[in-house]
């Protein structure tokens, strides 16, 4: 071949080597981290309010059994498929977990105690399906996930030693009438509605929050799925300047 | 109708006569319709494990398939083998017809780049392919490590989520520590093996080819991990992890194995052609050093890569058919799964450094002029390496649970091969005293790979020791270790070997001046590149993490300046080798390095048939100096006579 | 390093210089400063510190490896470095070297001499594992180098008694129980200073390793396992725990802080968590203190815990209920 065609395959070759480098880089590598909506949660009067809730189904094709936490924006009052938001340092952080998916004994039932929130309390109201509420405002820093069937899943953040169950309805109503569509809803559905606060860190930075219950697999599959994708059952929190 | 013998046997020289027309490039079997077979049965297979077991996911929490994954694999990986054009021998056999004729055994079917996409039998061609091949998946694993020391640039800002930065780091290890297994063997063993030992062929010309053609299929299917999320375990795979991982990890097992499969095949076909094709007069003292250190990798992939085979099978059937080899709740074991790959990992890592040990053997006689020092003494290091592997693998285990008495003993026989490899400098510096030393590239980076593998050993001298172990077991001192032992020596040795060799090869020249700035640009980033790194995992950095401690963010971030300045020198090789090979081409004849072994005797590049006659060997390759001293080789021995014409001088064999 | 020297006759009038003697005296000046500065001014320094018993030996035992290595590396280098300046060929001179084959005496020099040097280290490494109780690593369910002291139900500060301290690994935070005071657990790490200490290291789910950087303490936490490892704090302070065992996505992120405090102080730390689970019923919510940990065994296990072939998960099942269900 002459030179002049030599170099054009070359050139060509090059072309479709970074081509597919590109595409690989773009779209698998930085897929799941840039697709997810990140939800920013402003301060008002000192304190902001994240609002979550965790589904047992969820509307996926691939994926319908895995259990999943949802999102609400403060402002549209929707709730996004994503568990990335953003606190502004130092400021007073006020959860409510909306729980919604049926109860599982903890594998390790010391994470039905309460750590990290103020008061090392949180405070736990549950409703069935008819909207009837069973336990009201009930404040406590221990839900024993195995002697009465009333944890679903953890929030926790562990590096600022975080740790919270989160309660769910209890075993008979988990059996029978647990939603089937998510986002779920109040209407119709049974769940447990449950709120603590923590104070954000007073640097910014990302900490990572997850949940410590393996899913219905079992302990090994169990933290497999959803236990180890962003935007399921572990997510980030954002700390920002204020 | 009785099988027909093959009238062409009867003639002792020239081809049969010509049976058909060629047919068209693009109707013959090759890499084109290899392609074509892996997509068909990659299709195939995923409908038949979906078949078999629609239903059937692992558990509720994997959103794929993955026995139609398998299977899917394993299709596309025996379309792509079909499509080639491997079984077709096998099946002409079957149905009664006479074997192709020896063209396609040297290549000369076809004089232009065809033949380097086919199927073909040529050791050259095949030794080639593999140049090429390895240098592609050399240049794909360091862009992961690019990725990686990008991520690591700070301790609190990431560049990827977690998933992502753990499947880079699998990606960059395993395709380093799989493909590259054959980095040496397959372009340089493969090529030059035969001709070192004066052999026209090798023994198992199919078996051979099949060996490189797998390594295309396991580093796509390595790649394609990627495409399901990658998978969480790293290079090493340990179970439960592996069991709970997702999809990815099926990918890595079924590469892994693959890629086992090849260097089995390639080693028992390097045993049997050095055993068997050595001309008459190699004796087993005549052989070049490097040659000895195919002949020992070869047996370590014979007798280790089965081991890990077996690992990856126990692997993908307990995620595909819930079997619970590696459960330790259901009756299985975790800690036979780490046994079983570090039986075979151990080992491995020989087969990595050993063949840098032959090359560098060889550069240093020639460009010192001088024999080989203590050429026994090599040779034995080379075979106690090889042998002493399979008895040090409990030292990566040493913090894992095993049985505390186990610990002094492996503590001693990992210590005790350090010593056979010591064998290798004494040779090396041995053959240093008093020599007429040539500062050629390969000479550079032979003296390059000493300074590293030395560096590289003694570090391997403080992991062995088990007290000192348990600081450094999991961190980055570990890391350093194995770059400078594997990167260190072997692909600097792999560097060595290419400009040494690579003008023999394609009958071009490499620049000179390229050439010297990429050895001191590659030398002197990958000092600085790798050398922190021991000072980091001794301050308590760990292995696979994206976060870490802040006060070593600033030595984090030499080490990342540096890599990427190491894939600069890389980059400054890849465009010697393209633009010498493509536009400058300096044709190359002769033997510019007047070297004594066999293979530059003869042209350049040498006959498709590497030698007319089977040659008779006079002497050793190593005989420089001597005063009247036999040439290596009788080229044009007399037909019919053992002996030759020559008689024997006094001349001193060691 | 001496060698014969083939060429060199008696009467010649220009002899050859002595290389082998030069090159010693060189690696002599150059080898015993090294020596000495890493002895005395390195040593201390030297990485894990010396905050226990397990991490002291460990810096002693990488000093000495130092001081062996450092002549060896010494050695080899200034060999190739003055071979490459000495013996280099001039530019026009094509000729080849002295054929030499081989030296019997070089060649036995360095076997024995490796051999002597290998044999030491690996003598000198044994004791540094026997002496100081497994120098920290892990060494299975069943040790056989522990500490001195004694095992006991309960634990005083200033006694003998062994603390016990089970680490749990699970994906992917760190936990740790205290069966001396009632099986208590806790996500914070506390130890006494200068008491023995016996970890028992196990996991819940998947592979990973303890390692407490500035106790020298490293051990693989492996399901169903127990991994015993012992140190004692000499110093107080607060020293990193970090996983070190490749266990999935966070596995970067598994890291922790813990502590070394005074014998009392940790007394009164232990037996408030103590009694604060006691209060809250947590206590008695955990699983009677085991040496792997099994959490089907609770004194409150519901009719509501699915096993399959009498084995649990979270939920009750090993693998999902669409799957053939018995292995």
């Known amino acids: 071949m002459s030179v002049a065609a030599r170099a054009a395959a070359l050139g060509a070759a090059f072309l479709v080597v970074v081509g597919v480098g590109i595409f690989v880089a773009v779209y698998y590598v930085g897929a799941a981290t840039t697709q997810l909506p990140i939800v920013h949660y402003s301060a008002s009067g000192g304190q902001v309010s994240v609002v979550l809730q965790e589904d047992p189904q969820n509307n996926t094709a691939t994926t319908p059994d895995w259990v999943s936490y949802y999102t609400q924006d403060p402002v549209s009052k929707q709730w996004l498929h994503t568990t990335l938001f953003s606190v502004p340092e130092n400021t007073k952080v006020n959860v409510t977990i909306y729980g919604y998916d049926g109860c599982t004994p903890l594998r390790n039932n010391y994470f039905s105690q309460v750590q990290g929130t103020m008061g090392g309390t949180v405070t736990v109201s549950q409703f069935d399906q008819h909207g009837k509420e069973y336990v009201t405002n009930d404040t406590t820093s221990v839900i024993n996930s195995w002697s009465d069937c009333n944890v679903g899943h953890t929030f926790a953040i562990p590096a600022m030693g975080i740790f919270v169950p989160v309660a769910s309805p209890n075993a008979q109503l988990s059996a029978n009438n647990l939603c089937s569509s998510s986002p779920c809803t109040p209407s119709g559905n049974p769940y447990a509605v449950e709120t603590f606060s923590f104070m954000s860190p007073s640097h910014t930075g990302t900490w990572r929050w997850q949940c410590l219950v393996p899913c219905g697999g079992g302990y090994i599959d169990g933290n497999s799925g959803p236990m180890q994708t962003l935007g399921w059952m572990m997510g980030e929190m954002d700390v920002v300047a204020s | 109708m009785a099988i027909e013998t093959q009238p062409e046997r009867a003639e002792p020289t020239g081809r049969g006569p010509e049976v058909e027309a060629k047919r068209p490039w693009w109707l013959r079997p090759g890499a084109h319709t290899g392609l074509i077979g892996a997509v068909i049965g990659y299709f195939l297979g995923h409908w038949l494990g979906n078949f078999l077991g629609g239903d059937y996911a692992r558990s509720s929490l994997s959103d794929a398939n993955d026995v139609a994954i398998v299977l899917g694999y394993l299709f596309a990986v025996l379309g792509w083998l079909a499509g080639l054009g491997v079984f077709n021998d096998l099946f002409g056999l079957m149905l009664g017809r006479p074997l192709p004729e020896e063209a396609r055994l040297i290549g000369k079917e076809e004089p232009g780049l065809g033949k380097y996409f086919r199927y073909t039998l040529d050791h050259k061609v095949v030794g080639i392919q593999y140049l090429y091949g390895m240098i592609a998946y050399f240049l794909t694993g360091g862009l992961f490590a690019m990725a990686i020391r990008s991520e690591l640039l700070s301790p609190s800002y990431h560049l990827m989520g977690p998933e992502q930065y753990l499947m880079v780091v699998g990606e960059h290890g395993t395709m380093m520590m799989m493909m590259m297994s054959s980095v040496i063997l397959g372009p340089f063993g493969q090529y030059f093996g035969p001709l070192l030992i004066g052999s026209k062929k090798v023994a198992f010309p199919r078996l051979e080819a099949l060996g490189f053609w797998l390594t295309p299929a396991a580093y796509v299917i390595l790649l394609s991990a990627v495409l399901f999320g990658g998978f969480p375990t790293g290079w090493t795979g340990y179970e439960p992890l592996a069991t709970q991982a997702q999809t990815g990890e099926d990918a890595y097992f079924f590469a892994f194995g693959l890629m086992g499969i090849s260097m089995i095949l390639a080693g028992f076909n390097m045993i049997v052609t050095i055993i068997n094709y050595r001309a008459p007069g190699m004796r087993w003292s005549r052989l070049p050093m490097f040659v000895w250190s195919m002949f020992t990798v070869s047996f370590l992939q014979v007798l280790a890569v089965p081991v890990l085979v077996g690992a990856c099978y126990m692997g993908l059937t307990d995620r595909t058919f819930q079997t619970s080899f590696f459960s330790n709740q259901l009756g299985g074991s975790s800690f036979l799964y780490e046994d079983l790959f570090w039986f075979f990992g151990h080992p491995e890592v020989y087969i990595l450094a050993l063949p840098g040990f032959g090359v560098i053997s060889e550069v240093v006689s020639v460009f010192c002029r001088k024999p080989l020092f203590g050429y026994k003494v090599a040779a034995a290091g080379m075979l106690g390496v090889g042998i002493l592997s399979f008895f040090v693998w409990q030292h990566h285990l040493f913090d894992s649970g095993i049985n505390p008495d186990m610990r002094p003993l492996f503590m001693l026989t990992t210590e005790l091969i350090s010593i056979p490899t010591g064998f290798i400098f004494l040779v090396g510096m041995g053959t240093f005293w008093k020599a007429k030393i040539r500062f050629s590239i390969p000479m550079l980076f032979a003296l390059a790979f000493y300074f590293n593998f030395l560096i590289g050993g003694i570090s391997g001298v403080f992991l062995s020791d088990v007290p000192a172990d348990t600081t450094e077991h999991g961190s980055f001192f570990v890391m350093a270790h194995f770059h400078y032992t594997i990167m260190g020596g072997l692909i600097f040795a792999f560097m060595a070997g290419i400009y040494y060799w690579l003008p023999k090869m394609t009958g071009y020249k490499l620049n000179e001046k390229l050439g010297r700035i990429h050895f001191w640009t590659m030398f002197i980033f990958f000092n600085t590149t790798f050398l922190p790194l021991f000072a980091l995992g001794m301050m308590g950095m760990p292995r696979r993490v994206f976060e870490y401690a802040r006060n070593l963010e600033t030595l984090n971030d030499w080490v990342s300046i540096s890599a990427f300045c190491l894939g600069g020198s890389i980059l400054i090789f890849l465009i010697n080798f393209v633009w010498s090979l493509l536009f400058w081409r300096e044709r190359e004849t002769g033997n510019p390095w007047r070297a004594r072994s066999l293979e530059w005797q003869l042209s350049t590049p040498p006959p498709p048939e590497n030698f007319k006659r089977v040659p008779v060997i006079l002497s050793s390759p190593y005989d420089y100096g001597v005063k009247n001293a036999l040439p290596v080789a009788d080229l044009n021995p007399p037909p019919g006579v053992i002996g030759s014409a020559y008689e024997p001088t006094g001349a001193v064999e060691a | ?327």
Not at chain 3, 32 to 59: C, N, R, Y
Not at chain 3, 217 to 231: E, I, R
Not at chain 3, 232 to 248: D, H
């Open chain 3, 1 to 327: 390093m001496s060698s014969t020297e083939t060429s060199a006759a008696a009467g010649a009038p220009r002899t050859e210089p002595r290389h082998g003697w030069r090159m010693f005296w060189i690696w002599f000046v150059l080898s015993l400063p090294s020596v000495l500065i890493i002895w005395f001014v390195w040593k201390p320094h030297l990485p894990p510190g010396d905050m226990s018993s397990s991490a002291q030996h460990q810096q002693f035992d990488i000093a000495v490896l130092a001081a062996t290595a450092a002549p060896v590396i010494i050695g080899v280098v200034l060999y190739f470095i003055y071979a490459v300046v000495v013996w280099r060929a001039k530019a026009d001179d094509d000729s080849d070297g002295e054929p030499i084959y081989g030296n019997t005496k070089v060649q036995a020099t360095w076997i024995i001499g490796t051999s002597a040097i290998v044999l030491w280290l690996a003598v000198f490494g044994t004791i540094e594992l026997v002496g100081p109780a497994g120098a920290g690593a892990g060494e299975g369910p069943s040790p056989i180098w522990t500490l001195a002291g004694k095992q006991s139900a309960t634990w005083t500060p200033g006694s003998d008694d062994i603390l016990e301290v089970q680490v749990i690994g699970q994906q992917w935070v760190w936990t740790y129980r205290y069966p001396q005071f009632g099986g208590m657990e806790s996500t914070e790490l506390m130890l006494p200073e200068g008491m023995p200490v016996a970890f028992h290291v196990t996991s819940l789910d998947v592979i990973h390793s303890f390692w407490a950087y500035q106790l020298g303490v490293k051990a693989d936490a492996n399901p169903g396992v127990d991994n015993v490892a012992f140190t004692t704090p000499k110093a107080m302070g607060s020293f990193t725990v970090r996983c070190n065992e490749l266990c999935g996505i966070w596995h970067g992120a598994m890291y922790n802080y813990g502590q070394v405090v005074s014998p009392t102080a940790f007394q009164t730390w232990a037996s408030g968590v103590q009694a604060k689970e006691q209060a809250d019923g947590v206590l008695a919510a955990l699983p009677p203190f085991a040496l792997t940990y099994d959490p089907t065994v609770i004194p409150q296990l519901g009719k509501n815990i699915v096993t399959v072939d009498g084995i649990t998960g979270a939920a009750g099942y090993y693998y999902g209920p669409g799957n053939p269900v018995t292995p």
